[in-house]
């Protein structure tokens, strides 16, 4: 490659903050700044990736000062899947939102590509982290930069979900912070790669565990602390939801997983990993019947996030028990299949709501004559949320399933399916009044941007794909560090 | 860790859990953005009692260096919380979130 891997570490977190800045700087070429820099951002990711493949897991110490005064950035194939995951879905908003906020519209456009290219700035630094307090504060970042994006419709309820979401997830930081502080008060280490050998059973490890898990359960949305997710989401700008919904959280449950895999190992046998299992499991039955529930699309499609999440924590037990490989594989299988489609579903709902005004499920009838590509689009993403082949929804779920056999969990097996059942149940819901013939005269649609159709069209084919390209995401996360094989857990 | 250390950590955390019982028992949004301030500060604490390294002994840096980290981002952080609230207050005539959610 052209550049070392460090060189394109350091890349694709710097481009998108200096892009955000001269966004910011330059409203008027808000627009052109943001899709250049997209482009590159996403040819620095593959460039990255292709130099991992090649050369091995990375380490930058950034300015030479190395840990623990500096800040050491890390990638793995771990890493780098979040990254592509990133790279994918935020390629198909920026195209989506070229569309979504046109010139007219000069506030929300001016405001729009300096924080999304922020959020996408945080967010490759987060995945690339390699202390737990650097988590913190790109946690932070992004934290703040969501939150402004959900503002930006500036409709009370926008803005009231945006506070809400920023006062939950503050509490939620403060607690990580005040649980960074008991590691570093036990083991006197922040760099992860450096606390896997350091960490002893003991209680701060008990004291940080929980204000560190609690802090970013609240920060994910995981049920009970769930209950930030569906008004923010909903209500958000079309491009906002799909981007909250597919990546933002995800972010503190892949600081949760590395936390749990490298720090928090040693309270394997405690009740904790069980009871993440079952708030997963209540999660996936509670939002599930709540998407049945909601007279609107988009809130139906964020409570069936908050489902979704759910499937993520299903085997936190066995992914600290053994067979580590297989089990994170099925894990984040699952986090991509779900970016991939719920974006595309979010995305086919502001289709929907710019081409009709109205977003109420009955009021669907019909729809699939006039919008069928958006139809299609969301028909493809509940494909995969359905779990039906061959969509990369089934083949994480088939991953999932899998594993729960494998250890002889036969009632995530029962959650698994009856969780699959629901989400048939939710997606019928909306296409099923679309396919009716419309007995009055059809509405008078308006034209859906030919950006805003196809980029939330090629998600859901994407979401499709990824059920063929299972056997690349396992071996992307096969890249670990060497030091990570030879540590205990 | 010494007894004035000590004493330092367990006051930061009876503060962390001040704020956070604040944060969520008052409604006012003022009040709730000072309750986040004061977990905060809570936090703060309990890393300048880890940086002492007894009576005689130099102190660590590193959680010093932390903490002005995390005033840097408690400020960002209070900056927006405050400006969302005054457009809670502008929009919906009250300082609060938690009223009925009857609007569309």
Not at chain 1, 245 to 259: D, E, G, Q, W
Not at chain 1, 342 to 359: P, Q, R, V, W, Y
Not at chain 2, 16 to 27: E, K, R, S, T
Not at chain 2, 60 to 73: C, K, Q
Request: proline letters at 5%.
């Amino acid at each position: 490659m052209i550049f070392d891997t460090t060189v394109w570490m350091s890349l694709v977190i710097l481009l998108p903050l200096a892009a955000a800045i001269t966004a910011f700087l330059l409203p008027r070429h808000a627009l052109a700044i943001g899709l250049t820099s997209s482009g590159l951002i996403v040819l620095s990711v593959i460039a990255l990736t292709i130099s991992l493949v090649d050369g091995g897991a990375a380490r930058d110490q950034m300015g030479g000062w190395g840990a623990p005064l500096g800040i050491d950035l890390v990638a793995d194939g771990l890493s780098a899947v979040m990254l592509l995951m990133t790279a994918a879905v935020g390629l198909a908003i920026t195209i989506y939102a070229k569309g979504y906020f046109p010139a007219r519209d000069a506030h929300k456009r001016a405001f729009f590509w300096p924080l999304w290219l922020f959020l996408w700035g945080s967010l490759n630094a987060l995945f690339l982290s390699g202390d737990i307090f650097n988590l913190f504060v790109t946690l932070e970042l992004l934290g703040l930069s969501a939150v402004a994006l959900t503002a930006l419709v500036g409709k009370p309820t926008a803005v009231r979900a945006a506070m809400r979401y920023l006062l939950v997830g503050l509490a939620g930081s403060m607690m990580y912070l005040l649980g960074v502080a008991f590691v570093y008060a036990g083991y006197g280490a922040l760099d992860i790669a450096q606390l896997r050998m350091l960490v002893a059973d003991g209680p701060p490890l008990y004291a940080a565990a929980t204000l560190m898990t609690v802090g970013l359960m609240m920060k994910g949305a995981l049920f009970p602390l769930h209950f930030w997710l569906p008004p923010a989401h909903a209500n958000a700008a079309a491009p906002v939801s799909a981007l909250l919904s597919a990546l933002v959280v995800k972010a503190p449950f892949y600081i949760m997983l590395r936390l749990w895999m490298d720090v928090l190992y040693p309270l394997a046998d405690t009740a904790a990993p069980q009871v993440l299992s079952a708030l997963g499991i209540a999660a996936i039955l509670w939002g599930s019947i709540q998407a049945l529930r909601q007279p609107k699309f988009k809130l139906l499609v964020a409570y069936s996030t908050v489902a979704q999440l759910g499937y993520l924590f299903l085997l936190i037990p066995a992914l600290l028990a053994d067979s580590r490989p297989q089990v994170l594989g099925a894990i984040v299988s699952f986090m991509v299949a779900h970016a991939a489609a719920k974006a595309a579903a979010f995305l086919s709902a502001g289709n929907i709501l710019h081409a009709t005004g109205d977003e109420q499920i009955a009021s669907f009838t019909g729809l699939l004559r006039t919008l069928p590509l958006t139809v299609t689009t969301f028909a493809l993403a509940g494909l995969s949320l359905v779990a039906l082949p061959p969509s990369g929804g089934f083949i994480a779920k088939w991953l999932l399933l899998d594993r729960a056999l494998a250890n002889g969990d036969w009632w995530l097996v029962v959650v698994i399916i009856a969780g699959g059942l629901l989400a048939a149940g939710y997606v019928m819901r909306v296409l099923g009044p679309t396919f009716r013939e419309r007995e009055t005269k059809p509405t008078n649609a308006r034209a859906v941007p030919r950006s805003m159709a196809l980029s939330a069209f090629g998600l859901s084919v994407l979401a499709i794909i990824l059920g063929f390209m299972g056997v690349y995401l396992l071996d992307l996360l096969a890249i670990e560090p060497v030091s990570m094989m030879v540590g205990g857990g | 860790m010494t007894e004035t250390a000590l004493l330092y950590m367990v006051v930061g955390v009876v503060l962390f859990g001040m704020g956070l019982f604040a944060l969520v028992a008052y409604p006012h949004l003022l009040r709730k953005i000072l309750a986040m301030n004061v977990m905060g500060t809570g936090t703060f604490m309990v890393f300048i009692a880890i940086a002492h390294n007894g009576d005689n002994q130099p102190i660590d840096p590193i959680p010093h260096a932390l903490v002005i980290t995390g005033i840097v981002v408690a400020v960002c952080s209070t900056g927006l919380a405050l400006a969302l609230a005054s457009q809670v207050q502008a929009l919906t005539g009250q300082p609060r979130i938690d009223g009925s959610e009857r609007e569309e």
